[in-house]
């Protein structure tokens, strides 16, 4: 177990390695002038000249990167256009909310992904399986930013069940806060698990298929077996396996959902933050973005590894 | 006719790794080819006999260099193409083919037989382009095939006919030497028969020397000059046809030969029976790799290990004739 | 030699065949077919629109005369849905084009010569599959400026680990083929076997992957579009959404945000069915 962890831990590392270098070859190999992308052009020549020397602009390109990597280690991510105030604080405050919503998600997609992804590949072929899978694609081409409106016109507005948008209400604390942020939660939780759910009834399906189709299962059968435990016991157990290895890739695709979403809620997350970064030219704020995500799809992968190895005893023996 | 030795295989050794430790060094070895030696002369038919398992594919395998040896060396006339890479090795595989076991995975599902036949030609650049052509048509003639099969594709055509194919194919380069790895094992009875008639013919048409590797002594009895018996990587007998079958010295060729079906029940000998299986090649028996099996074993062939002995052309690898060199 | 080549029966008519008996791909494909003709007749169908409609034409509710309503500038809804198909197709197109080309490559030689090569190129495979990608289409989208064409470069640039993972898989079990050692034995150079008789065995789940790129592609697209990135001359279905939501008018005005939404999902569920009806077809093991 031990051994499948260091593995993990190095591959993690040369993933988010190689996600910050191409972040950093992006922000500076563009055309143009470079200083643009670190240092607001609106301050004034002295601060600029400051910045210029802080961030080594003036350096060879190769002296940079080493610079750009020792401060990121020191978790230093640079400084807000807009705010004015370092990157890494503001991120601090708006990840978890992120976070929170992908992880609930999460949750409830492979709570209800995988049970139908079995059942569409036990019944596969028939009317069932054919509706679940048209109903799944549907669900993944929904224009996600179109849905989430959608829903918010619809139990925001037409029904008025939840707030339209936002995460909480300002100026509760304990327990009506919590209250609060879970009506503020279900929406954009809701929108992303149409989009999302799509996702492991579909691959769920398509390795129970793989696996009911082995000799095993058919000896299971032919022992007499209940039906019900020949498809969870055996073929369920082993699909699940390869979907809890995908569940970390599939985290890495929902946070480009979570995005969307965040937009469209004024949900207060790194989402949100990336949007309107965008809009105000703010890279610093978008590199620390990507960064800060791409660490928390990388941790969580690390997480899905070690539970498949735990369910796998194949694994565990490697 | 004085002979003209083409290919001399001296101290062949393939070994595949099984295990790796932590920093990748490999700790055990399956010997498939473990020191096997000899040489192969113009016009003749050289054919292995063993078990599966026994390392008769790996022994043509690593020749055509499809497996890399790892130990000895292979001259093709007086070439060392142990090591051989690239644009040369190319030019060398001109001169030894191989035709397959399995005539379903053997040809590409995708191309037509013509195709596939010319396709070597085009690739070593032999013939002009519409020579090409022809020579495929008429090559598919010498194997028995109608010459307008040439634009069919090898799902339309049975066992016996895509194995006339693959020998076509084999001998689209005009090759010096053929490699028959189980050409006919996974062939119908009457069926073998057709295609080892065609690779006499074609013998003696061409001019070709063969080494023809089968589990089947009957077989290997009708096609060889010579014949090499194999056990789990090592050569146990060498001798030419007619010395093997009326004076088989190694008890496991006796076993081999009494096995072969005779139709006349005068003629039937006592069937040997091999006790156990053949072990595994990883880890093979310590002495005689046959100790385990062998009818006439002795507690000598448990501990040491016996070396190949050379009676006049006839090697022998078996204590019961070690004594005699002394 | 060509005009001896023959039909090959069989093989293709089964395949047709069995795709047709899934329902799912024969919507799939009828869609492709009506986006295709939708893109190519654009013209016939209607006007293209641009620069500033009529002031009073402003967020018209769909009518005889603009079937699906006007925008904020007072420009023809309808018009411009039309229109986008075109510039779909052709960020689908370009997509496809570049993740085929740098990932069918990678996933070939990582397919057939196995060892470090496949390491090597599974490894980073791996890292962009694993690695949000919206984030980082972002900012190169912001850093390189939003030309459709850059648009479509960046998301194929993203795009070809996909294929690459489905090609080497295809191409190391195709590797494993007698035929193959056949060809090493009979001295064919390796590009020529990796490129020809490699690939072409290989090509079925490809294709199939190929048509989902397309399908993931406009979804990107979309997206971008609607978070400002997209490109300004050009009005992709994305792009529209972006108007719609700048315009404030997203929910009051429905038909500004329905159609082109629509249309989205119409394009990508087409080619996702399409490529699910391919590979239920093209699997030897289903078709039983």
């Known amino acids: 177990m031990f051994k499948v962890l260091q593995k993990q831990l190095i591959k993690g590392f040369i993933t988010f390695f190689i996600a910050v270098s191409i972040t950093f070859l992006i922000l500076r190999l563009m055309p143009g002038d470079p200083t643009t992308m670190l240092i607001d052009p609106r301050m004034t020549e002295a601060a600029r000249q400051r910045l210029l020397v802080d961030f080594g602009l003036d350096k060879s390109l190769i002296a940079q990167y080493f610079l750009y990597l020792k401060q990121l280690f020191c978790g230093n991510l640079g400084v807000s256009f807009v705010f004015r105030t370092p990157v890494s604080e503001i991120l601090r405050e708006r990840l978890p909310w992120t976070l929170a919503l992908m992880g609930i998600t999460q949750i409830i997609t492979m709570s209800i992904g995988i049970p139908l992804g079995v059942m569409a590949a036990y019944k596969r072929g028939k009317l069932v399986d054919q509706i679940i899978n048209a109903l799944s694609i549907l669900g993944m081409s929904i224009f996600i930013p179109w849905l989430g409106i959608m829903l918010l016109f619809l139990f925001g507005y037409i029904l008025p069940i939840f707030p339209i948008g936002g995460g909480y209400t300002p100026g509760l604390s304990g327990w009506e806060y919590f209250l609060d942020v879970g009506m503020h939660f279900i929406l954009p939780v809701l929108t992303l698990t149409i989009i999302y759910l ?20 058919r000896t299971a059968r032919s022992k007499g077996m209940e039906e019900k435990r020949v498809i969870w016991n055996h073929g369920a157990r082993n699909a699940m396996i390869s979907t809890v290895t995908m569940a970390g890739m599939l985290f890495g695709r929902m946070v480009g959902g979570a995005v969307l979403t965040e937009t469209v809620y004024a949900y207060p997350g790194v989402g949100r933050m990336i949007y309107d970064a965008v809009g105000q030219q703010d890279f ?11 660490l928390s799809v990388i941790v969580m992968n690390i997480v899905a590894d070690l539970i498949c190895a735990y369910l796998n005893p194949r694994m565990k023996m490697e | 006719m004085k002979k003209q030795k083409i290919l001399e295989v001296k101290n062949l050794k393939t070994y595949f790794p099984l295990k790796r430790n932590f920093f990748g060094q490999v700790t055990n070895y399956t010997k498939a080819v473990d020191d096997v030696s000899f040489d192969l002369y113009k016009g003749e038919v050289l054919g292995i006999v063993g078990e599966t398992g026994s390392g008769k594919s790996t022994i043509g395998r690593s020749l055509l260099r499809l497996v890399e040896p790892t130990g000895g060396s292979i001259f093709y006339r007086g070439e060392n193409i142990t090591e051989m890479k690239g644009e040369k090795l190319r030019k060398i595989r001109k001169n030894i083919q191989m035709i397959f076991q399995d005539p379903f995975a053997s040809l590409n599902p995708r191309i037509s037989i013509g195709e596939c036949i010319v396709e070597p030609m085009r690739e070593h650049a032999i013939y002009k382009k519409d020579d090409c052509f022809n020579q495929a048509l008429m090559l598919l003639e010498k194997v028995g095939l109608d010459k307008d099969y040439y634009i069919r594709y090898p799902h339309e055509f049975s066992g016996g006919q895509r194995q006339r194919v693959g020998i076509a194919r084999a001998l689209a380069l005009d090759p010096e030497i053929i490699i028959a790895d189980e050409a006919v094992s996974s062939l119908d009875v009457s069926v073998q028969a057709q295609i080892i008639n065609l690779f006499s013919d074609l013998q003696q048409e061409l001019g070709l020397t063969y080494i023809f590797i089968a589990h089947d002594l009957s077989v290997v009895k009708f096609v060889s000059n010579s014949i090499i018996v194999i056990y ?27 096995a072969i079906p005779v139709p006349d029940p005068n003629k039937r000998g006592r069937r040997i029976i091999l006790k156990g299986e053949i072990p595994s090649p990883a880890h093979p028996p310590t002495g005689c790799k046959f100790s385990t099996r062998c009818f006439k074993v002795m507690d000598v062939c448990h501990e040491i290990h016996p070396d190949l002995v050379n009676f006049d052309n006839h090697q022998v690898r078996c204590h019961l004739y070690q004594k005699k060199e002394e | 030699m060509n005009k001896f080549r023959s039909y090959q029966q069989g093989k293709w008519l089964r395949i047709g065949k069995s795709f047709f008996e899934h329902r799912l791909g024969v919507i799939g494909l009828i869609g492709v077919i009506v986006v295709f003709l939708v893109a190519i007749f654009a013209p016939y169908i209607a006007e293209s629109v641009s620069g500033y409609g009529e002031v009073k034409d402003i967020l018209n509710s769909p009518s005889l005369e603009h079937i699906f309503g006007t925008d904020a500038l007072g420009l023809d809804l309808f018009s411009q849905v039309i229109w986008g198909t075109r510039i779909s197709l052709q960020v689908g197109f370009l997509v496809v084009l570049i993740a085929a080309l740098i990932g069918i490559p990678i996933g070939l030689f990582s397919g057939y010569y196995g060892g470090w090569v496949s ?20 900012i190169a989208a912001a850093v390189l400026g939003s030309n459709i064409n850059n648009i479509a470069l960046i998301i194929g640039l993203f795009s070809w680990p996909q294929i690459a993972r489905i090609t080497r898989s295809a191409a190391a079990e195709v590797t494993g083929m007698q035929y193959i050692e056949a060809a090493k034995s009979l001295g064919i150079r390796a590009n ?19 048509t989902i790129v397309v399908a993931t592609a406009i979804i990107s697209e979309s997206a971008l579009s609607f978070l400002g990135l997209g490109d300004p001359l050009t009005w992709s279905w994305g792009k529209i959404l972006h108007n719609a939501h700048r315009s404030g008018a997203f929910i009051s005005s429905w038909w500004f945000s329905l159609f082109p939404s629509l249309a989205i999902t119409f394009f990508v569920v087409s080619f996702n069915f399409l490529g699910m009806g391919m590979r239920e077809a093209l699997n030897p093991r289903l078709r039983e």
């Open chain 1, 198 to 217: 799509a996702n492991y009834i579909l691959f769920t399906r398509a390795s129970m298929v793989d696996v009911l189709n082995e000799d095993y299962i």
């Open chain 3, 192 to 210: 020529r076997i990796i490129f020809h008789h490699v690939l072409v065995n290989a090509s079925a789940p490809i294709l199939v992957n190929l």
């Open chain 3, 119 to 138: 390491t090597l190129g599974m490894g980073l495979t791996n890292v962009f599959l694993t690695l949000p990608l919206l984030p980082l289409m972002i």
């Open chain 2, 232 to 258: 789990l990587g090592e050569i146990m007998e060498i001798a030419n046809k007619e010395d093997l079958f009326n004076q088989p010295l190694h008890p496991y060729t006796q076993a081999l030969i009494s």
């Open chain 1, 284 to 294: 610093p704020l978008l590199q620390g973005s990507f960064i800060v995500l791409a």
